[in-house]
């Protein structure tokens, strides 16, 4: 079974910190993915990479900046957190160049105080 | 513009009644996969079925199917026979090309399903 694991479940941080959330999966995937879901608005997708070092903007990147140094592993970088950034954030990976199937990890609860 | 849109936002139905979640997608692409996951109160995604845009066939697993219609641009889901379990956020999703030659999903809002006992 793929395995997506995400750092945290729940994180609080103060206005203007920044945040480092990690994504790891097992399954040798080449395609990683960081969405955030709010209510109303479904998932959308802030970031995601195929290949490492390679990473391509999603469709809200602003205010977020991401890093993949090795396969397994993709980290969101929030550089300087602010309240409309709470959220939830959930990483996914994939094969095919991202026509497969996405697999999940289970979401990590940001609140930015 | 590409995009999917589930008109039902919330639905409640009485358990052993069949439900059905509506999709509508947008798409320029002539090749695009089609997606319906499951997110229980536990958070996580989960897969439920991917349809590629060539294979209009309908299928079946269990108590779930799926009807594929181009002619409407629908991908609905049907559970028969509701239990209280299939109590969740249900979110179809669309592909979308990239530039780099990758695939981006676009989602939909998401229908909250509540099956009451």
């Given at each position: 079974d793929v395995k997506v694991t995400q750092s945290s479940r729940y994180l609080v941080k103060r206005t203007g910190e920044k945040v480092f959330l990690e994504c790891v999966q097992d399954?040798?995937?080449e395609n990683m993915f960081w969405y955030r879901q709010d209510p109303g608005l479904g998932l959308r997708l802030i970031y995601f990479s195929y290949d490492v070092k390679m990473k391509e903007k999603g469709d809200i990147p602003e205010g977020y900046s991401v890093s993949r140094e090795k396969k397994e592993r993709f980290s969101l970088i929030l550089e300087s957190a602010s309240t409309n950034q709470t959220s939830m954030y959930l990483c996914a990976s994939s094969k095919d160049r991202g026509k497969g199937t996405q697999y999940f990890g289970p979401g990590t609860r940001l609140t930015v105080l | 513009a590409q995009k999917v849109t589930q008109a039902q936002t919330e639905i409640s139905v009485v358990e052993k009644e069949d439900v059905t979640l509506d999709c509508v997608y947008e798409t320029r692409d002539t090749t695009y996969y089609l997606f319906w996951y499951k997110q229980p109160p536990s958070g996580e995604l989960v897969f439920l079925i991917r349809r590629n845009s060539f294979d209009e066939q309908n299928e079946i697993s269990g108590r779930y199917s799926w009807n594929f219609q181009k002619s409407t641009s629908s991908f609905n889901f049907t559970i028969t026979a509701?239990?209280?379990?299939?109590?969740a956020v249900y979110f179809c999703a669309l592909t979308r090309g990239t530039t780099s030659g990758t695939y981006k999903y676009i989602f939909g809002t998401g229908t909250r399903l509540k099956v009451l006992a």
């Open positions: 399954m040798d995937h | 509701s239990q209280v379990v299939d109590s």
